[in-house]
C-alpha cells in the first residue's frame, strides 16, 4: 500500500512541496487540503487596486494544480490534529497519514476586537482585494486609514493614494502604527526613504498610534481622535491557524519550532509562516522565497526517508528584500546591496512574474504591470 502524504494548505510552500513530491507520484498517494479553491499570489494584491490588475493573473484553481501534480485535494478547513493517531479532523471527515507538511500559514488577527474583525478590511486572499477595490469603487469615504507600518501596510496605503490621484479623489490617507517607527527593524536608511515617499505621495503616518474601535460612523483612536467616513484596512498582524495553536508542540511566536530538517516531530514537517525555524538564534522572518525553499526540503527529506538516506537540513537562502511603492520609488537589499528608486520596483515585478505558476499568469503580471506603470 501506497504512504499517504498529507499537505495542510497550498500556498507557496505547499505548492512548492507537492510539486516536489509529485516526482514519486507512483510511490506515494498525496492528499492536499485547503478551505480555499484556489492559490493567491498574495505579494502583488496591492496592485489589483491601482494598477487594475486582474484577479485572473493572481490566482491557480488548486484542484486543478493537483490534478496536474497527481494528487487528491480536498476543499475543507483543518478543526484539529491528532499527531498521536496520525490524523487530521475537518467538520466533514477524519485523513488519516503517514507523513504530514503543515503549509498552513497565517491569518488576519483582530487581536480579539470584534468591532474591527466585523468592520475593517482584512487584505490576505486575492478576495479581500477585489472586497476592498469594490468598497472604494462604489462608495464615498473621507479618510482611509491602513493598520499597520509593516510592508503590506506601507505598499496598500501608496496604491489608495496612487488610485485617489488618477480618479481625482482627495480624501486623506493614513498609515496607523503602533511602534515608534515604521518597517520594525528595516535599517534606518530604508524607513528615511520610504518615509520620502510616502510625504511626497500625500500619505500622513500616526506613529504610537492604535485604532480603538470602527463601527461604520466612526473610526476612534488610541488617543481619542475621531474620524466620521472612515475605511480601515487592517495589515497589522497575523495569528496561526486554530489547530495549529492547539497543538502540543514547542512554539516561538505562535509558530511551530522545527529542527534543521523542518521536522516538528519524526513524520511531521512545518514550512512557511507557519514554521519557526532558528536563524542566528531567532526565527526566520516570513517570506515568499522561505516558503518554497522549505517546501522543497521537506518533500525531499520525506522521498529520502522511504529511500533509508539521511536527512538534509535546509540552509536558507536570503536573496534579499524590496519594499514596493506605487510611485515606482522602491527600496529593499538584494543581494546584500542596498538598493533604492526604479531597479528595485523592476526586480519586485520580474520577480513576480518569475514565481507566478504558469506562463499565462508570468505574462499577464507583465503586460498589466507596465501598461499600468
Known amino acids: 500500500m501506497k504512504k499517504h502524504i498529507v499537505i495542510a494548505g497550498c500556498g507557496f ?4 512541496a507537492l510539486r516536489r513530491l509529485s516526482v514519486c507520484s507512483d510511490q506515494f ?7 480555499k479553491t484556489t492559490f493567491d499570489f498574495l505579494p502583488l494584491l496591492p496592485d489589483m487596486v491601482s494598477r487594475d490588475l486582474s484577479r485572473a493573473f493572481l490566482t491557480v484553481d488548486i484542484a486543478g494544480l493537483c490534478r496536474r501534480h497527481s494528487a487528491d485535494f480536498i476543499n475543507q478547513e ?9 490524523t487530521l479532523r475537518t467538520k466533514q471527515s477524519s485523513i488519516n497519514y503517514d507523513q504530514l507538511i503543515i503549509a498552513s500559514g497565517a491569518e488576519t488577527h483582530f487581536y480579539g476586537n470584534t468591532d474591527l474583525a466585523r468592520n475593517a478590511m482584512p487584505l490576505r486572499s486575492v478576495q479581500d482585494a477585489q472586497n476592498l477595490k469594490d468598497v472604494i469603487a462604489h462608495e464615498t469615504f473621507e479618510h482611509f486609514f491602513i493598520a499597520g507600518g509593516g510592508y503590506t501596510g506601507i505598499e496598500i496605503a501608496t496604491h489608495l493614494k496612487r488610485w485617489m490621484k488618477s480618479r481625482h479623489i482627495t480624501a486623506s490617507v493614513h498609515i496607523i502604527e503602533k511602534a515608534d517607527s515604521i518597517l520594525g527593524p528595516l535599517p534606518a536608511w530604508m524607513k528615511k526613504y520610504t518615509l520620502k515617499q510616502l510625504e511626497q505621495m500625500g500619505v500622513d503616518l500616526l506613529c504610537g498610534t492604535t485604532v480603538r474601535s470602527v463601527d461604520g460612523q466612526y473610526l476612534i483612536l488610541s488617543d481619542d481622535s475621531r474620524y466620521p467616513n472612515a475605511l480601515v484596512v487592517w495589515v497589522a498582524g497575523v495569528k496561526m491557524p486554530a489547530f495549529i495553536e492547539q497543538l502540543d508542540s514547542e512554539k516561538i ?20 509562516d507557519c514554521a519557526a525555524f532558528m536563524d542566528h538564534d531567532k526565527p526566520l522572518r516570513m517570506a515568499v522565497m522561505f516558503a518554497i525553499g522549505q517546501g522543497r526540503c521537506a518533500a525531499d527529506n520525506i522521498i529520502r526517508s ?5 536527512l538534509i537540513p535546509y540552509h536558507p537562502v536570503d536573496l534579499g528584500y524590496i519594499i514596493p511603492t506605487a510611485n515606482n520609488r522602491s527600496s529593499g537589499v538584494v543581494l546584500g546591496r542596498g538598493l533604492k528608486g526604479v531597479l528595485p520596483t523592476l526586480l519586485h515585478y520580474t520577480i513576480s512574474a518569475y514565481r507566478s505558476y504558469g506562463w499565462r ?8 504591470t507596465f501598461r499600468h506603470w
Open 78 to 86: 483543518i478543526v484539529t490534529l491528532d499527531h498521536q493517531t496520525h
Open 361 to 368: 499568469n508570468r505574462l499577464g503580471v507583465l503586460s498589466h
Open 13 to 16: 510552500g505547499g505548492v512548492a
Open 306 to 310: 522511504y529511500r533509508n538516506k539521511p
Open 29 to 35: 498517494r498525496i492528499t492536499v487540503i485547503d478551505k
Open 253 to 272: 511566536q505562535n509558530r511551530l519550532k522545527v529542527n534543521p530538517f523542518l521536522q516538528v516531530r519524526d513524520n511531521l514537517y512545518a514550512i512557511g
